[in-house]
């Protein structure tokens, strides 16, 4: 009986000690991506600091979520942690907690991002096995962050004596980013988790950085909003996909405006406007189809209005056919789901990449 009990314990501490130990950097040590500006009161915030007490409070919140923001490594480790704290603890019924304030692991493959594997929420404060079980070979990663929740803090773990370096290869490429203005669509609602954002669907497809500046429920052309936008330096692309907040008299009043923001400070470079959904419910709810055709007249307008001025380099995309037409790309009849955004991605990429090759 003693020597099975002996049995028993040697197998049970050969167990502890064959488990690999998790080694943690501060992810600080490593590039962020999907930011205009450095200049953030903490690190995973969108906007600059110098906003705060000048953007809208609701503005000025939904900019301290990390939406389209990702960390770009490498590592030979066979394993890959995470852990983080969630600067709200936001959650929503209509959208899932990994996608709210969870991360999104992928690793280059033969020059394609493929999806590693997700870090699940715990509560304010996670830790995560992402991914395990792996060749110990080098690989480039590339962790997505919250769509609609902050980052307080996040440290990435491998295993104990596994390199944890700077990428290495430059993709998503930095130069002449695409920089897009939007709702609540945008941000990333209601992806499931936060490589399905549409923004970072179309980084992915591009191969191109994709900055983020989505604001639920608060694209309202607000003109410090264009002032960023236009304070990129060498864009590839400005895309404004506001008209699914923005109301139409909204558009006539300050449409043009905040155009010529963007446009005064980059003469040269392509702007798309982009009509809003038109939702599932539109079917059925008149007000909801006379909204969304008020809005989509207005911005067509406004598109007109600039082309017969003699603007060059912008261009038009209709909401025909943008999610598909048998009303199941979206969680609520509003925010898209997983496919919806494919399928807004799949709608939108042909003029962008035609946009961008007027901007080499």
Known sequence: MRRAYITILIYLLGGILSAQEVIYKDASEFPVYGKVSEKTNTRYERLPSTLQGVSRDPVWYLGTNSAGLFIRFRSNSTSIHARWESMYNNSMPHMTDTGTKGLDLYALVDGEWRHAGCAQPRGKKSERTIIANMDPIEREYMLYLSLYDGVSSLEIGVDKGATLDLPAVDSPKREKPVVMYGTSILQGGCANRPGMAHTNILGRRLDREVINLGFSGNALLDMEIAELMASVDEP??????????????????????????????????????????????????????????????????????????????????????MIGDDGEATVDSIHFTDLGAMRYVDHVIPVIRKALRKNR
Do not use: C, W
């Open 236 to 321: 590839g692309l400005f895309v404004l996909d506001y008209a699914p907040n923005a109301y139409a008299d909204m558009i006539d009043a300050n449409g043009e405006a905040f155009f010529r923001v963007i446009r005064d400070a980059h003469p040269d470079v392509p702007v798309i406007f982009i009509e809003d959904v038109i939702f599932p419910h539109a079917l059925f709810d008149k007000a909801i189809l006379k909204e969304v055709t008020d809005k989509n007249l207005a911005q067509r307008r406004l598109y007109d209005k600039l082309k017969k001025a003699g603007e060059k380099n912008i261009y038009y995309i209709s909401a025909e056919g």
